[in-house]
C-alpha cells in the first residue's frame, strides 16, 4: 500500500470543495483533492439551476443571508476578472393572489435586511411591460439575480488551483481517517487500488455524502454529524427561447423557492426544480411530474401548454431537516464544535452554495488559520 502526504486534504471535487482548495493552495499550502468520479463537480455542481442568487428569502444573519449577499458581489466581479460566461438577468418574485400580498412584503423586508442591493416593489403591470408573457398582480424586482456557467466556474476554480501546485484525483474514493501523531491517516480506494494519505488537515465537503465520509473519520463523535435528507429538484425545460429574459419566481415555501422559470447562457426556458422527498439517489425524472408543473407554472404564465414541458434533469439538496420540519442553515463544523483539530465538515450545503462558493472558501480557510 503506498502512501502520500499532503498539508490539506479535501474531499469532495464539487464546487465548493474545488474553491476551498483554491483558497488554500492561494495560501502556499500543499493540497489534494479527492474526487470519486472520473471529472469534477458532475454531481449537484453541475445538476442545479446556475443562479447567482441575491440573497432574499434567507432567515436574518443565518449564514446563508450572510455568504450569499457577499457571495453574489463576489461571484460577479469572479466572473469578469476570469471571463466566466455569466448574465445579469434580474429576476422578479411574482405574487398572482391578494393572499400572497403578505408574504411578498415578508420577504421585501428580509431582502432589505440581508442587505439585497437595488431590490424594489413593482405593480403587475409593470411586469407584464417587460415580460409580455407574465401575469402577477405585485411583484419585487431583484436587479442583482443573474445566472452563470457552473462547469466554467468550476474549470477557472480548478485551473486556479493547478496554478497553486495544487491537485485533484479522480477516482479516488474516501474510505476513512485515522489520527496517528497529530496526522490524519486516510484510506482512499484510488483507481482500484487502497492508499493511504497522511495530511495535516482534513476538510469534509463531500456534499450528499457529507454524513458518511464524517461517519468514517475517527474518532468524531457521532452527536457531531448531522442526518442528511434528500430533497431532490426535478426540472421540465422547453428546449425553446420564449424571449423572457428575466428569471421570474413564484411565492417560495419552506422547503424551495417554488417552480420559478430558469434560463440557460442561450436563453432557453426551463422550469423546476420542485421538490421530491427521495431516500436514494436517483435522478430519473417522473414524466408524470408533468401536470403538477403545469398547474403552477401557468399561474403566472397563463399560456404555457403541458404539451411545452418535457421531463428534463434533476439534483438533489442535502436537507439537514426532514419534510415538513422547515427551513435549516448550512452547519460548517470546526474544532470549536466537535474538538477535533484541523478537521472540517460542510453539510446541508444546498442552494445558495453555487453563489456562495468563494465566500465559504474564504470563512473555511479563515476559521482554519
Ligand atoms: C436542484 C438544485 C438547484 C440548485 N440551484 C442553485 C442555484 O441556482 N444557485 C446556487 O447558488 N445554488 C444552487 N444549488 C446548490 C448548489 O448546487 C450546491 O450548494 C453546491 O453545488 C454544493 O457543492 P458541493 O461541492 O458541496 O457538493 P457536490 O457538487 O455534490 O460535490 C461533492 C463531491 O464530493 C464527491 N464525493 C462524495 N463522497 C466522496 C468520497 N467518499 N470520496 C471522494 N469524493 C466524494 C462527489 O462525487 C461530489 O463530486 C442548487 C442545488 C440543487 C440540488
Redesign the pocket.
Known sequence: MSSNFADVLV?????????IAKSFAAKGREVIV????NT??????????????AGVYYDKDSMKAKF?AD?NRRMYEYCQKFNVPHINTGKFIVATSSNEIPKLEEIFSKAKYNGVEGIERVTGNYVTSKEPLVKCIEALFVPSTG?VD?NALMRSYLGELEESSGNIAYN????KSEIFENKFCST?LSDGEEIIIKSSIIIN??????E??AN?ILPLDQKHIPKTYF???N?FETGKDLKIRHLIYPIPDDASLGLHL?LDLGMQVRF??DVEWVDEIDYLVDKERQVLFHNDIRKYIPSIKIEDLKAGY?????KLKNKGEGKSDFSIQGEQDHGINNLMN?FG?????????LVIADYVCDLMD
Open positions: 474531499i469532495g471535487g464539487g464546487v465548493i470543495g474545488l474553491a479527492l474526487e470519486k468520479e469534477f463537480g458532475s454531481v449537484t455542481s453541475s445538476r442545479n439551476s446556475g443562479v447567482i442568487h450569499c457571495g445566472i457552473q479516488s474514493q474516501f474510505l482512499v465537503a463531500a456534499g450528499l455524502k457529507a458518511n465520509v468514517n430533497a431532490k429538484g426540472y430558469g423546476g426544480p434533476s439534483g438533489i439538496r442535502p460542510l450545503m444546498e442552494s445558495p452554495g453555487l453563489t456562495s462558493s
